[in-house]
């Protein structure tokens, strides 16, 4: 176009006279409305119309969901391009999100929790994240047992965006009244302390306040089966725990109930939960996770507690841990997208501000890092020192593809058994066998 504008100027100019001169001046004036014109088509739109993504999953509270929305909107701010519509799931969230996957209506990206991880990877529903992982991620940051659970064959599923391991949360007034200076560090030291902590003020026969609350449920007995050399599955989905080391390893949570009577469960004292229990001073000790700190600071802001790491069990190290991952549909026309998402809320980044405030703990190793130095600099949270701790040797709660007919069959036979209803090696045959014949069923 210059070049042609050059050309004829050069013409027009040359004519002497004055009628080309006024003719030359309209001819100009047609070539600049020519050039504006064709700039004009030429160049492209300066805005391009947003990618919206929708990620969905679950609020744990008012100012969690403040929090991540936040971190969206930062996400938003350093990707102009996406944008992030959140939705809130709150009743049968799985439920939901399977429901959805098969009318090809679920969300580009959405939560998975580990139980749920094994039968979502068999199913083809989940987009694999390999591909999309660069070097400079760094992969080998995250703790590999909060990325196992979401790994399958070598592929990469989810990413863990955060996670909760169980700590012995103890009331340090209590302790100090019982002559007890320091948590116990092993199950046998954690019995004489129960001994200690158990008291009948009135003395009607039943303690006011008990050692140690308990919930016997697989999901706080599947680390001490473990450290039994038990397995809650086998390689093929099936149940195995019960066998004689699985049994072993749930049979201490039985005696101390049946036989010291220095724990209790949170129905029996009319609370609703462990941390309730505790809060309410009838336990002196009970195991929970990341998720009981802030509860127990707003609902009792005058308990005196602090964690420690659980105590020992068969001289073996052991915790649960719970993750949940940010996943990719893998029927998404947004890929590229939601991995920036995905990226960018598992990322050091992200993960550092959606982590900073306690709601959650972090699954990169570095991050933790950071957490852990400013508890040591007297700067950070002592109280999930622990937790954060114990994440290196925690067994990830998943029991297969299965769960539901593992978990509930073992709780309720595992319950009855603690309440002396049967004796538990009958318990767990029962819930054992009951389990397999649902999971032959389903295949």
């Known amino acids: 176009m ?12 040359s004519c002497p006279n004055k009628i080309w001169q006024k003719v030359r001046l309209r001819i100009l004036t047609l070539i600049a409305f020519l050039i504006i014109v064709s700039c004009q088509q030429t160049v492209p739109p300066s805005t391009v119309e947003p990618v919206t993504l929708k990620l969905s999953g679950w609020s744990a509270s008012p100012a969690e969901q403040r929090l991540l929305n936040q971190v969206l909107r930062d996400f938003e701010a350093s990707h102009p391009s996406i944008r992030v519509r959140f ?28 139980m749920e991880a094994p039968f979502f990877m068999q199913q083809n529903v989940l987009e694999p994240l390999n591909a999309y992982i660069p070097a400079a991620f760094d992969l080998a940051d995250f703790e590999p047992n909060l990325l196992q659970p979401f790994t399958l064959q070598n592929r990469v599923y989810g990413l863990p965006k955060d ?12 302790f100090a009244a019982a002559g007890l200076s320091h948590p116990p560090k092993t199950w046998e030291e954690m019995l004489i302390a129960s001994k200690k902590l158990t008291i009948d003020l009135n003395k009607d026969g039943r303690p006011d306040q008990y050692g140690f609350g308990i919930l016997p449920e697989l999901s706080r007995q599947a680390h001490s089966i473990k450290a039994f050399g038990g397995q809650v599955v086998n390689t093929r989905g099936y149940a195995t725990f019960a066998t004689d080391d699985g049994i072993n390893g749930v049979n201490p949570m039985v005696q101390q109930y049946q036989n010291d009577r220095t724990s209790a469960r949170a129905i ?18 009970v195991i929970e996770g990341n998720w009981a700190i802030p509860y127990l600071q707003s609902t009792f802001p005058n308990l005196d507690f602090a964690t420690a790491e659980l105590p020992k069990i068969n001289n073996q190290s052991a915790t649960m841990a719970f993750t949940v991952a940010y996943v990719m549909n893998h029927q998404t ?14 990322g050091k980044v992200g993960m550092e501000k959606w982590t900073g405030t306690g709601f959650a703990l972090p699954s990169r190793k570095s991050v933790a890092q950071k957490l ?20 290196s040797y925690a067994t990830p709660w998943q029991v297969g593809q299965f769960p539901t007919a593992i978990v509930n069959n073992f709780n309720n036979q595992y319950l009855s058994a603690l309440l002396g209803q049967q004796l538990l090696p009958t318990a767990m045959i029962r819930a054992q066998e009951s389990a397999n014949q649902q999971i032959k069923a389903a295949l």
Request: aromatic content about 12%.
């Open 268 to 285: 029996d004292v009319g609370a609703n939960n462990g941390s309730e229990m505790f809060g309410q001073g009838k336990a002196a000790m």
């Open 87 to 114: 939705e809130v799931i709150a009743d049968q969230y799985m439920d939901v999100i399977k429901t959805r996957l098969i009318g090809d209506a679920a969300p580009d990206v959405f939560y998975l929790d580990a």
């Open 372 to 391: 852990n130095a400013q508890t040591l600099e007297g700067d950070g949270d002592r109280l999930r020192a622990p937790l954060l701790a114990g994440v």
């Open 333 to 346: 026309q947004h890929k590229q997208a939601a991995w920036e998402l995905i990226a960018y809320l598992t």
């Open 163 to 174: 996670f909760s391991t169980l700590a012995l949360f103890y009331n340090r007034k209590a």
């Open 2 to 13: 210059a070049t042609k504008v050059y050309f004829y100027t050069n013409i027009i100019n």
